[in-house]
Each structure stands twice: as structure tokens, then as C-alpha cells.
């Protein structure tokens, strides 16, 4: 198949199973995978126009939605850091795109600075993970142990592994929710954060993904799981929904500049990737909470050198 707008030549099914490959692997993290589609589109089918960075967020818009569904029939959705992140996220988005323009028409520099934070983010998420290095808050600690107690205690019962994954009592309970802090109970256990500190967070990333095109994801990600200590359960869905607000608000921007995506390629990639995110957002309450951080710390070490390497090369 033909697509006339990137000059791509390829089955029409090559996108939908890479891409819900992609997204299976990388929503259980609550990065929707974009940031690896775009290599893949640019060095495997050869789009290296700049249409493939509005097709890479049509692949968002499409694909991120089957995700969310999920994460919220599962009541693993933290609805007030998904309301403070997308607060923060949109404006963020605008003024990155602002900045872009007016003083970063080669921002080379500050993506060589992005590299080197999520670099840190994402050794420092590895490092925790590794035998006798678990730094995580004493809630995350008693989670991971409640979760192997309840394989031990299915593999007793004679059930099959399949089955031991969460609970249908572990969903996101709201507490408290104002302008200073956010309060939720998740399986037993109580967690805090400060609404300014994850406003300000999200703002950053808006900007980021206003002056590079991408959702965000797997940037505030890292940050709520390492910096803040919240369980990747609990802050998956927000994340996602952060990246489908850049993406809506990055696609608009593209279009005002009259760069148009591949629209049937970003659709096909996205039909992939919808399916893809439905299953990683279902298949993540029968991970252990060690084995998602460390493809969370893989994913975003891989997009630190990504970024680290493009300032060099």
C-alpha cells in the first residue's frame, strides 16, 4: 500500500501490529510508545519529513483512548492528578510551541539537558529495582509484598498464575483533593502529594512536548514514580491522559503551521496502537510493580541516549 503524503510504501498491516506490539509493552508504564514509533517510522520506512512528527501524535490521539478506557473500568485512575496534570500540560503545550518558534529554531542545547534528567530518571529507576537497592517509600514496599503474597497464596489454592494479579479491591480512592495537597488510598495504602509541586511538573513537561512534539509521557512518568514515589499503578492512566492532551493541542499547532500528517498511516499506526493500550492497561494488574519500573527505566534510559546522541550526531 501506497501512502502518497510520507512516501511510504508498505503493508497496511506493518503499522497496526507494530504498533500494538509498542503499545502493549509500554502503557502498563503509562507511556503510550510514541517515542519509539518515530524511529522506527524514520529509519525503517524512511518518512523523514517533518509530517512524521503531527503522524506520530495521530498515532496518539487514536491509540491512547483504549488505554484509558481500561485503566478507568479498573478504577486505576487517580482523577485528581489526571485533573492537575492536564491543567498543567496545556498551557505548558502552548508556550512550549511559542518558545520553539521564537527562540529554539535549533534546540539542540536544551535537548541535550532533557537527555541528561531523564538519563538520571531512568538509572535512578533501574538502580532501585536491582536486588538489595529497593529505595522505594514504605507503601510501595508494602504493595509489592501484598502482591507476592497473593501469587503464593493462589498458587496454594491451585489457581493459575494468570490470576494473581490485583485484587478487585485495589482501585484508586480519593481522600483529599485541593490546591495544596492530593490524598488517595490504594490498596490499603495512603499516598500524598503536593498539587503545586505536580502543577509546576506538568507545566515543564507541557513545555517540553510543545517544543519537541511529544506527548510527555515518558517524561512525567519517570518523575512521579522515582522523585514522588507513587505507585505505577496509580499514575499510569494520568500520564497517558497528559500525553492525549500534548498530542490533541501539538496536532492543532502542526496543522496552524501547515504541516499535515500522514493521516491514513497515523490512523493505521493508531488502530494498532488502541488495541495495544487496552491490553497493556490490562495486563499491568498482573505485573508486579518491580517488573513495570523496570521497563519504565529501560524505555526512558533508551530515550535519554536517543536524545544525548541527536545533540552529537
Do not use: H
Not at 504493595?143 to 484508586?172: D, T
Request: net charge positive.
Amino acid at each position: 500500500m501506497y501512502f502518497p503524503i510520507s512516501g511510504v510504501e508498505v503493508s497496511p498491516f506493518v503499522p497496526v501490529i507494530i504498533a500494538f506490539l509498542v503499545a502493549a509493552i509500554t502503557t502498563s508504564a503509562g507511556v503510550s510508545g510514541a517515542f519509539l514509533l518515530l524511529p522506527f517510522q524514520m529509519s525503517v520506512l524512511g518518512f523523514t519529513s517533518p509530517a512524521v512528527s503531527p503522524t506520530n501524535l495521530v498515532y496518539n490521539i487514536v491509540a491512547i483512548p483504549g488505554g484509558l478506557y481500561r485503566f478507568i473500568k479498573d478504577q486505576r485512575m487517580a482523577w485528581p492528578l489526571f485533573w492537575v496534570i492536564i491543567l498543567g500540560t496545556l498551557p505548558g503545550v502552548f508556550l512550549g510551541a511559542w518558545i520553539r518558534v521564537e527562540y529554539l529554531p535549533e534546540p539542540q542545547a536544551f535537548k541535550f539537558f532533557v537527555g541528561l534528567v531523564l538519563l538520571y530518571l531512568g538509572g535512578r529507576i533501574l538502580y532501585e529495582v536491582t536486588g538489595g537497592a529497593v529505595k522505594s517509600k514504605k507503601q510501595n514496599q508494602a504493595l509489592n509484598k501484598k502482591f507476592q503474597a497473593r501469587i503464593k497464596q493462589l498458587k496454594k489454592e491451585g489457581q493459575s498464575k494468570m490470576a494473581a494479579g490485583l485484587p478487585a479491591e485495589a482501585v484508586v480512592v480519593t481522600k483529599t483533593f485541593s490546591v495544596d495537597k492530593i490524598e488517595y488510598t490504594f490498596w490499603g495504602e495512603t499516598f500524598f502529594i503536593n498539587t503545586k509541586a505536580i502543577f509546576a511538573l506538568a507545566l515543564v513537561v507541557g513545555v517540553i512536548g510543545g517544543i519537541y512534539g511529544i506527548g510527555g509521557g515518558a517524561i512525567i512518568a519517570p518523575f512521579l514514580v522515582s522523585v514522588f514515589g507513587l505507585p505505577v499503578y496509580t499514575v499510569a492512566a494520568a500520564a497517558l491522559a497528559g500525553t492525549f492532551v500534548a498530542s490533541v493541542v501539538g496536532l492543532a499547532a502542526f496543522s496552524m503551521l501547515s504541516v499535515s500528517p500522514d493521516w491514513m498511516l497515523g490512523l493505521l499506526f493508531g488502530i494498532g496502537g488502541l488495541a495495544g493500550t487496552y491490553c497493556g492497561a490490562y495486563f499491568q494488574k498482573y505485573l508486579p510493580e518491580r517488573i513495570i519500573r523496570t521497563i519504565l527505566g529501560f524505555l526512558v534510559t533508551f530515550l535519554a541516549i536517543k536524545y544525548i546522541g541527536q545533540f552529537f550526531f
